[in-house]
């Protein structure tokens, strides 16, 4: 099967216009990528799964209401953070959080030992789930993606000081949480 040679714009204009398989293939190419956003933002897996299958409804249903001022990514992108942050909010008991950048973690695993990154993984991990959706949304988008300041906050639709307070607090929440590694990492010195 080849490649459907037309932008995201095209397909994402054929679809509206009513064209059968436009928005398939538009999603066929960005479901690695939306999944990654999804599974990031998410608590886990199944709640990705989820917000991911909602969020793809949503840009079936709004795709009329695109206007353009953006790329189709960047569109689909913020609709599934929007999506995976809802889910949060109606979870009440999972928070998502993004990744912050520690300038301790490269000395705590052991190149030759791959449970040691396994483990500062699943710790990092339940570190974010402390955060706010909204700071772990700003961490994720900027730490973990590696998006600007300014390109995270208009995927997330928020000023750039809102990213950048929202990265700061959960950064230093995340250093609180994962202060005890510094201390183990210093222990087997």
């Excluded at 928005?23 to 709640?47: C, K, M, N």
């Excluded at 994720?140 to 639709?157: C, F, H, P, Q, T």
């Amino acid at each position: 099967m080849t490649a459907d040679p037309r932008t995201d714009e095209q397909l994402l204009a054929a679809h509206v216009a009513g064209e059968v398989g436009a928005f398939d293939e538009l999603i066929r190419r960005h479901q690695h990528y939306l999944w990654a956003v999804a599974r990031r933002t998410s608590q886990s897996s199944d709640d990705a799964a989820d917000a991911l299958q909602e969020a793809l409804l949503n840009a079936h249903r709004m795709a009329a209401r695109f206007r353009a001022d953006s790329q189709v990514r960047s569109w689909l992108h913020r609709i599934v953070v929007n999506a995976c942050l809802d889910r949060i909010r109606h979870n009440r008991s999972r928070i998502t959080v993004p990744l912050p950048d520690f300038e301790f973690l490269p000395e705590l695993a052991d190149p030759r030992d791959a449970t040691s990154a396994v483990d500062l993984s699943v710790s990092i991990g339940r570190a974010l789930d402390v955060l706010p959706a909204d700071q772990r949304a700003a961490v994720v988008a900027v730490d973990i993606e590696g998006y600007s300041v300014n390109e995270a906050a208009k995927r997330l639709g928020v000023p750039s000081g809102t990213i950048k307070s929202r990265c700061h607090r959960g950064r230093a929440r995340l250093a609180e949480v994962l202060a005890h590694l510094r201390s183990e990492a210093a222990g087997l010195n």
